[in-house]
C-alpha cells in the first residue's frame, strides 16, 4: 500500500467534497517554473502562505483605504481591508463548496500592488505612465517580477480580474471580485459615517429599507443574496433585485464620499503633490544612467510600493528645508539638574 502525503489527502479531499464548479488544486494550470510539492499544504496553501510573508503585504498596513493616514486606529486600512474582503470572501467561497485556499491567496494579494494615498495615489501614476497604472496589474507584477512568489496561474489569474470590468476565470476569483466591493461598500460607509462627512440617514433610504441601517446585516443580506442565487451555478453573481440596490450603493458612495467635492478628499491635492515630486525627482536621478523605459519603470515601481508615511518622510527629507543642528543633543537635560532648584 501507498501511503498517502498530507497534501494528497488534502486535493483527494477537494475532488470528493467541493462542488463539480471549485477549481481543484490538483487540476491547477501550475506555476510558471515547476517546483518540488509540498508534503503538507496544497499548491493553493502555498500561494496564501508566500502572500502572507510577503513585504509587499506587511507594508499594506501603513497604505491609505479611503482616509488619508489617519490617525484614529479604527480607521481601516488598505490591509483592514485586504482582510475584510477575504472574510467575506471565504465565507462565500465555504457556503458553495468552493476552493477556500484559492478564495484566500486571491484576496490577501488582490491590493499587494496599491499606491500610498489609495485612488489618488494611482491616478498620480496614471497621469504619469505613458501605458496607465492601475493597481490590480502591479499587483501582478508585485507577485511575479518585484517578490517573485512563483505563483499558480489561477491565483494570478485572479488578482489581476479583481478590478471591475476584468472577467475571472475562476468561480473563486468571481467571488474575491464581488467580495471586493461589497466589503469596500460597508466599511466605507461605517468610516464615512465616524469621520463626519455622512450621516445614517443620508444613505438611500431604499437601500437601507431592503439591506437593513447597521452594517453587520447590510453584509450578511449582500453575502446570502450571492449564495442563494449562485448554489449550484457555475456562475457567481447576486440577484438581479439585490444587485440592482449593491449599485446604486456604490454609486452613491462616489458621488458623495469618493469624489473630489467630498470633505474626505480635502488633503488629496497634498498627496498628489507628494507623489508627484517624488516621482520627477527620482526620475531626474536614474535618467543620466538608464533608459526612458527603464528610469519610468524603476520609479513607478519604488513609488507604488511605498506606504503612506514613507513617501510624506522622503517628500519632507528633499523638499522641507530643516533648521541647522547644533549638535547639543541632550546637555540641556543635564543642565537643568544643576540649573534648576528642587525642593
Aim: aromatic share 8%; charged share 30%; hydrophobic share 35%.
Amino acid at each position: 500500500m501507498t501511503t498517502l502525503t498530507i497534501r494528497e489527502k488534502l486535493e483527494k479531499r477537494e475532488l470528493e467534497y467541493l462542488s463539480e464548479f471549485a477549481t481543484k488544486s490538483v487540476n491547477s494550470i501550475g506555476r510558471k517554473i515547476q517546483e518540488e510539492q509540498s508534503d503538507l499544504r496544497t499548491d493553493f496553501q502555498r500561494d496564501r502562505d508566500r502572500i502572507l510573508h510577503s513585504k509587499a503585504f506587511r507594508r499594506l498596513k501603513h497604505k491609505t483605504q479611503v482616509f488619508l493616514s489617519p490617525f484614529d486606529d479604527h480607521f481601516r486600512t488598505r490591509l483592514t481591508h485586504t482582510l475584510e474582503v477575504s472574510q467575506i470572501a471565504r465565507s462565500i467561497s465555504r457556503a458553495l463548496d468552493l476552493n477556500e485556499d484559492l478564495t484566500e491567496a486571491i484576496s490577501l494579494g488582490h491590493d499587494l500592488g496599491h499606491t500610498p494615498f489609495g485612488h489618488c495615489g494611482e491616478s498620480v501614476l496614471n497621469e504619469l505612465n505613458e501605458n496607465g497604472f492601475h493597481h490590480n496589474i502591479q499587483s501582478v507584477r508585485v507577485v511575479e517580477d518585484l517578490e517573485k512568489l512563483n505563483l499558480c496561474q489561477e491565483t494570478i489569474d485572479g488578482i489581476r480580474t479583481h478590478s471591475w470590468g476584468y472577467t475571472p476565470n475562476t468561480p473563486e476569483a468571481k467571488v474575491v471580485q464581488l467580495a471586493d466591493k461589497i466589503a469596500y461598500i460597508n466599511h466605507d460607509i461605517e468610516d464615512s459615517i465616524r469621520a463626519g462627512v455622512i450621516s445614517q440617514s443620508d444613505l438611500p433610504k431604499d437601500c437601507i429599507e431592503y439591506f437593513s441601517d447597521t452594517q453587520s446585516k447590510r453584509l450578511n443580506k449582500m453575502i446570502t443574496e450571492i449564495v442563494k442565487n449562485s448554489i449550484g451555478k457555475a456562475d457567481i453573481s447576486m440577484s438581479e433585485e439585490a444587485w440592482g440596490y449593491t449599485t446604486k450603493l456604490r454609486t452613491w458612495m462616489f458621488e458623495n464620499v469618493y469624489s473630489e467635492k467630498s470633505s474626505a478628499k480635502v488633503e488629496e491635492k497634498k498627496a498628489k503633490r507628494v507623489i508627484k515630486e517624488l516621482f520627477f525627482l527620482y526620475y531626474n536621478t536614474l535618467k543620466p544612467i538608464c533608459s526612458e523605459e527603464k528610469t519610468v519603470r524603476i520609479v513607478t515601481d519604488y513609488i507604488s510600493g511605498m506606504t503612506d508615511r514613507y513617501a510624506i518622510e522622503r517628500f519632507k527629507q528633499n523638499f522641507v528645508p530643516v533648521g541647522l543642528k547644533c549638535g547639543v543633543g541632550e546637555d540641556n537635560l543635564f543642565k537643568l539638574v544643576n540649573e534648576t532648584p528642587y525642593c
